[in-house]
Nanobody, 124 residues
Framework: QVQLVESGGGLVQAGGSLRLSCAVS????????MAWFRQAPGKAREFVAA????????YYPDSVKDRFTISRDNAKNTVYLQMNSLKPEDTAVYYC?????????????????WGQGTQVTVSS
């Protein structure tokens, strides 16, 4: 049974930083990507970052580029999201996801496995 366990969310002031973690267990993946998405109340789930496990190439939307950094630890089977210069509009529940042979990294529907989500709240 695949499990994704997220941690690191919380309340931070605008301009502050948080680091989210997501540990994956339950099976071995190949040619997989891990990603972070977020969902604010009343809004659709939004792509935040993705990393290819094979070569650590990373992908971001313009809304978080240069502020967020996704990374991975192979030994711990864990992916991280370092979030700097946080803004109130970054407030959302953040989810990590994993999938194999992903064609469109920004498409949430392509990821079969998801974490439970962790709340990030940025106050102004």
């Amino acid at each position: 049974q695949v499990q994704l366990v997220e941690s690191g969310g919380g309340l931070v002031q605008a301009g502050g930083s948080l680091r989210l973690s997501c540990a994956v267990s339950g099976r071995t993946f190949s040619r997989h990507a891990m990603a972070w998405f977020r969902q604010a109340p009343g809004k659709a789930r939004e792509f935040v970052a993705a990393i290819m496990w094979s070569d650590a190439s990373t992908y971001y939307p313009d809304s978080v580029k240069d502020r967020f950094t996704i990374s991975r630890d192979n030994a711990k089977n864990t992916v991280y999201l370092q979030m700097n210069s946080l803004k109130p509009e970054d407030t959302a529940v953040y989810y990590c996801a994993v999938g194999e042979a992903i064609i469109w990294l920004r498409n949430a529907a392509e990821y079969p496995y998801w974490g439970q989500g962790t709340q990030v709240t940025v106050s102004s």
